[in-house]
C-alpha cells in the first residue's frame, strides 16, 4: 500500500511540476506584443508595396505557401514572388489567434484585400485566412518562419 501511494504521489509531483514549466514557457504579453507590432509592419509594407520591407518580417529561412503555387522559400524568393502582386488598394487583416511556447509561436487570422490586377479597370475584392509560424530571433523579434494563407471564395467583384 505504502508503495502505491508513494508512486502515485511522486506522479502527481511529476505533473504539477511539468505543468509549472509548461506555464512558464508561454507566451507573455511582451512577446504577444512584439508579435503585433512584426504584423504591424508587415500589413504597413503590404499596403505601400514595400516588398524589402514585407521580406524583413520573414525569418531567412522562411517559407512561404501561396495557393495555387509552389513553395517559396527564403527572404531574397519571397520578395521578388510579393514584387509579382498586383497594386493593392485596400488591405486588412485580424489576428484571431496567437499562442506559442518558449521560441516558436503560431498566428491565425483573416484577411480582406482589394487589388488591381493587370488589365482590370477596378479593383477586386478578396477574403480569406491565414496561419503563420513565428520564431523569435536572437533581437527579440517575433518573425514570420512559415506563412499560408487562402481564399474563402475566390476573387469577386
Do not use: C
Not at 514584387?83 to 487570422?109: C, M, W
Amino acid at each position: 500500500m505504502l508503495k502505491h501511494a508513494t508512486f502515485a504521489l511522486l506522479t502527481l509531483g511529476g505533473l504539477v511540476l511539468g505543468a509549472s514549466r509548461n506555464a512558464a514557457a508561454q507566451l507573455s504579453d511582451d512577446d504577444k506584443k512584439g508579435i503585433q507590432s512584426v504584423t504591424d509592419r508587415w500589413l504597413a509594407a503590404m499596403r505601400t508595396g514595400d516588398t524589402a520591407g514585407v521580406a524583413a518580417t520573414y525569418t531567412e529561412d522562411a517559407k512561404l505557401f501561396p495557393p495555387n503555387a509552389p513553395a517559396v522559400q527564403g527572404r531574397a524568393a519571397i520578395a521578388h514572388f510579393l514584387g509579382q502582386f498586383p497594386k493593392i488598394t485596400a488591405f486588412d487583416i485580424s489576428l484571431k489567434e496567437v499562442e506559442g511556447h518558449g521560441n516558436l509561436a503560431y498566428t491565425r487570422g483573416t484577411y480582406e484585400v482589394k487589388l488591381i490586377p493587370p488589365g482590370a479597370k477596378s479593383p477586386i475584392k478578396d477574403t480569406g485566412k491565414f496561419m503563420e509560424i513565428r520564431r523569435k530571433e536572437a533581437d527579440g523579434s517575433w518573425l514570420v518562419l512559415r506563412d499560408i494563407w487562402n481564399s474563402d471564395h475566390g476573387v469577386s467583384q
